[in-house]
């Protein structure tokens, strides 16, 4: 379904006659209703920008605490519902009392002109290191109000700046589990761990110093899944060090501290050729972040008896519905056209296409992290523009089983 709105401008300058015109196509990820005024309202608090020094939240007395240790596949992105929220309700299904704990709360925030990329949050005075994460978004305006959001994720994280973090952060927030679901990016960038047999080795240190600062510590650890292709012998580096994790958590596992795998790669629905968990070919679409709620709530049921049935994946999933980008403006300037638009709450990115007039063919400018475009001049002198703005619906699943 696609939803179009077109906007007209004209105007003279000192260049040559052209005819342009730009569709700015938004993928989406995010659930709004009809009347989503009245969920802006009344979930100000979960879609706002949120502190980087947040008070601590108190644990419920009685309630299980766990922190999800993670990378931009746990943190999320700005609109999103994550899979952390998805885990939560099927908590409250299975009358688990469960409360998140960790130092940040929001989601990774849309990109903002000379903000993102260049100025990350400073480390909070007064706690433990974080490692520099920006986590000031919010999150699906249907959210529950209830819903508790702390977490110890961030976009970009790697597995090697871990060990020196999780000792101090076990031992401020006291969680009873870690769920932790790392290595892609190792895996992938190499950063400091080359293969995966460094990746593990880090692993195990990761577990080690949460230990040495609780040692009864539980934890359900992922694997890591696969994606769409982008090189060619990640699958293969992915799959080596999911078997060598596979055969280590038996060793790593003890009865005081036991460790659970979580089969993320099994139940997460992306392989070279198709990625529907993914909205990117990596990161979760609304199914995804159910599959991987329910991969590590199979973990919780089977190592650890907690709740008596594992998450069921809803067999239709709803499409993430969007608006149409309001403020669109185009102005001429020195160098080009400068093409500005209102910021859409929940855009992954913007898809901007142009042609010439009398070409057949669009060019695609992909993946633009901002609400804005600019389109060098041509010489002459005249120039006719045309803007239309079409966002992109996606996100709804049929899910088969």
């Not at 906007?7 to 993928?27: D, E, P, Y």
């Not at 994606?227 to 699958?235: A, G, S, T």
């Not at 901002?370 to 120039?383: D, I």
Request: a neutral charge; hydrophobic letters at 40%; aromatic letters at 10%.
């Amino acid at each position: 379904m696609m939803i179009s709105r077109l906007l007209r401008w004209r105007s003279i300058a000192t260049k040559t006659a052209l005819f342009i015109a730009t569709v700015v196509v938004l993928r989406l990820a995010f659930t709004r209703a009809a009347n989503h005024s009245h969920f802006l309202s009344q979930n100000a608090a979960l879609i706002k920008s949120y502190p980087s020094v947040p008070a601590d939240i108190k644990v419920r007395p009685g309630a299980i605490s766990m922190m999800v240790v993670g990378d931009s596949l746990s943190q999320g992105f700005e609109g999103d519902h994550t899979w952390r929220y998805r885990l939560w309700e099927w908590f409250n299904s299975q009358r688990l009392a469960v409360d998140f704990v960790g130092p940040f709360m929001g989601t990774r925030p849309q990109a903002v002109p000379g903000t993102i990329g260049e100025v990350t949050i400073p480390e909070p005075l007064g706690l433990p290191p974080t490692g520099s994460a920006i986590t000031t978004g919010g999150y699906a305006v249907d959210i529950g109000l209830d819903f508790n959001p702390r977490h110890f994720s961030a976009a970009g994280r790697a597995i090697w700046n871990v060990p020196e973090l999780i000792s101090a952060m076990v031992k401020r927030y006291d969680p009873d589990y870690l769920l932790v679901l790392l290595g892609y990016n190792d895996l992938a960038w190499h950063f400091q761990t080359k293969d995966g047999n460094e990746v593990l080795s880090t692993m195990e240190e990761v577990l080690m110093q949460a230990r040495a600062a609780k040692p009864n510590l539980k934890f359900a650890i992922g694997d890591v899944p696969q994606r769409m292709p982008i090189f060619e012998d990640l699958p293969n580096r992915t799959d080596y060090y999911n078997k060598l994790l596979s055969e280590a958590i038996p060793r790593w596992s003890t009865e005081t501290s036991p460790v659970e795998l979580v089969h993320m790669r099994e139940l997460y629905r992306c392989e070279n050729d198709k990625c529907p968990a993914a909205f990117d070919g990596l990161h979760p679409s609304a199914l995804g972040e159910y599959q991987i709620a329910q991969a590590f709530s199979r973990a919780l049921v089977r190592g650890f008896t907690l709740g008596a049935t594992e998450l069921a994946v809803p067999a239709y999933i709803p499409p993430r519905p969007s608006s149409i980008p309001r403020n669109l403006r185009a102005v001429a300037g020195l160098d080009g056209i400068n093409v500005t638009w209102s910021a859409v709450y929940g855009a992954k990115e913007y898809e901007v296409q142009s042609r010439l007039v009398g070409e057949q063919n669009w060019t695609l400018w992909p993946s633009i992290q901002e609400s804005r475009f600019h389109t060098p001049w041509v010489n002459g002198k005249l120039v006719e523009m045309e803007y239309k703005t079409t966002p992109e619906i996606s996100g709804g699943h049929v899910h088969h089983t």
